[in-house]
């Protein structure tokens, strides 16, 4: 069991809408991590946070946005939902400076009709 | 940028040992994973490696790493039907890059 939990596990919007997915990190870790992963693909780094800040984004445009918080959960905020936003998302934790090992949560799959 | 390819399939009967291959760009990464992912689930931690590391073994699995060709590997002995899924190297620095994925198909 990793210990990070995503909700929701499934969701579907309509193009144009906006969409909020959380994420609870592992105990003992403080960064948290967003990836995309479109079918059939490997995931696509989206941002990453550390201390409540974001700390490197990927090629992603500014209507993807997050949040970290004290308790080092984490919200990924999608504004102006597009057809190809469809995918599954999933949010990983690690501790900085820790061992290395990076844990994923089940994800959130969210399809834009 | 930072790239990282792997082979998309790969076919073994059941018993023999899986090699899945992968090659990255980024001389700077840190730490390197393997991950294992089945239909419809997350990501699931296999193994990985420290950069000043060679090899790496933890049961059936075996990572190698060759820096100098920038080629990382993940070797499955006696493979078995519950191996059958998609593989995804990954290479971390500041940010981590995974590959398209390796699909393992398991020969009777």
């Known amino acids: 069991e990793t210990g990070v939990t995503q909700s929701p596990t499934h969701l579907i919007k309509t193009r144009g809408q906006q969409v909020t997915l959380r994420c609870s990190s592992q105990s003992g870790h403080n960064t948290v991590s967003w990836y995309q992963q479109a079918l059939g693909q490997g995931p696509q780094f989206i941002f990453q946070y550390y201390r409540e800040e974001e700390n490197g984004r990927g090629n992603f445009p500014p209507r993807f946005s997050g949040l970290q918080f004290p308790n080092y959960s984490s919200e990924l905020n999608v504004n102006a939902l597009e057809l190809d936003d469809s995918a599954l998302y999933l949010c990983?934790?690690?501790?900085?400076?820790?061992?290395?090992?990076?844990?994923f949560g089940e994800g959130s799959r969210l399809t834009v009709l | 940028g930072e790239d990282v390819e792997q082979s998309l399939f790969l076919s073994v009967r059941e018993g023999d040992s899986s090699v899945i291959n992968c090659t990255y760009t980024d001389s700077s990464s840190t730490y390197l994973y393997w991950y294992k992912q089945e239909p419809g689930a997350g990501l699931q931690l296999l193994t990985y490696?420290?950069?000043?590391?060679d090899m790496k073994q933890d049961q059936r699995l075996t990572v190698l790493l060759n820096k100098k060709d920038k080629h990382l590997s993940l070797r499955i002995a006696d493979t078995q039907t519950g191996d059958s899924a998609i593989y995804f190297c990954?290479?971390?620095?500041?940010?981590?890059?995974f590959g398209k994925g390796t699909r393992l198909h398991i020969l009777p």
């Open positions: 990954a290479v971390a620095d500041d940010k981590i890059i």
């Open positions: 490696i420290f950069s000043n590391m």
């Open positions: 990983a934790s690690n501790s900085r400076g820790g061992s290395g090992e990076l844990f």
